[in-house]
């Protein structure tokens, strides 16, 4: 008897976190969260998976260096790492937008006397493409959170970030300005572990496939 293959599956510890889990649930492949036990790599309920639990940002380095054959990531952080995976299936949760937005009292697209706008965002590679695009000029200054409280702070002008409800912007006095991105939940594999563990792959791509459509 040969040993079953376990996929090693990635998720991120944010926002995607509950509606992957529900998925997974869906499935029959449950897992406890991370928060109850700590642990943080363990094995699904119906022995299919190994589920590693990172931080979003880090799904699609995972995946992309193969220590993690699969993982479920937000569209954001991987179009900001462009790591070279395969992309094979949109989920439809976590859709959200990523947005330029200032304060209602701070000019956009452009500051007066030609100042250079500070714009302070977690995602600085995306941030720098957009305003190459549009020409404008800026200073990028890359923060890890709580994005929205750099302009309140000094530390920025505008801001790049998520949004959802548009609750957080409204909250911190900031209102959108330009779209950048449509954002949502995908699947990513790891392109060699495609090739040697095809079988595993098509199984998992197609319950979550049946299971979101
Ligand atoms: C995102 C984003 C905003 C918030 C927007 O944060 O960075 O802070 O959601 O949601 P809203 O429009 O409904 O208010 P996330 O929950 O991804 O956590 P983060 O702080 O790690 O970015």
Do not use: H, Q, W
């Given at each position: 008897m040969t040993a079953r293959t376990v996929l090693k599956l990635a998720l991120p510890k944010g926002r995607l976190l509950e509606p992957?889990?529900?998925?997974?649930?869906?499935?029959?492949?449950?897992?406890?969260?991370?928060?109850?036990?700590?642990?943080?790599?363990?094995?699904?309920?119906?022995?299919?998976?190994?589920?590693?639990?990172?931080?979003?940002?880090?799904?699609?380095?995972?995946?992309?260096?193969?220590?993690?054959?699969?993982?479920?990531?937000?569209?954001?952080?991987?179009?900001?790492?462009?790591?070279?995976?395969?992309?094979?299936?949109?989920?439809?949760?976590?859709?959200?937008?990523?947005?330029?937005?200032?304060p209602t009292q701070i000019p956009y697209p452009a500051l007066p006397g030609g100042v250079t706008p500070r714009v302070a965002t977690k995602y600085p590679r995306l941030t720098r493409a957009f305003f190459a695009e549009t020409g404008q000029g800026v200073e990028v200054i890359t923060v890890s959170g709580s994005v929205e409280v750099a302009p309140l702070l000094g530390l920025s002008h505008w801001i790049v970030d998520l949004v959802d409800t548009g609750r957080t912007l409204r909250e911190n006095g900031l209102v959108e300005r330009a779209p950048i991105l449509d954002v949502g939940a995908v699947v990513v594999v790891n392109r060699a572990s495609q090739k040697l563990r095809l079988e595993e792959h098509q199984r998992l791509l197609q319950a979550l496939h049946d299971a979101t459509t």
């Open positions: 992957s889990l529900t998925l997974l649930r869906s499935i029959g492949a449950a897992v406890s969260e991370p928060a109850a036990t700590r642990k943080l790599l363990v094995p699904s309920s119906d022995g299919t998976l190994s589920v590693l639990f990172v931080k979003p940002a880090d799904v699609p380095v995972y995946v992309e260096s193969g220590a993690a054959d699969v993982g479920i990531t937000g569209t954001d952080v991987l179009r900001e790492t462009a790591a070279d995976v395969l992309e094979p299936l949109a989920l439809g949760f976590g859709r959200c937008r990523m947005v330029v937005a200032s």
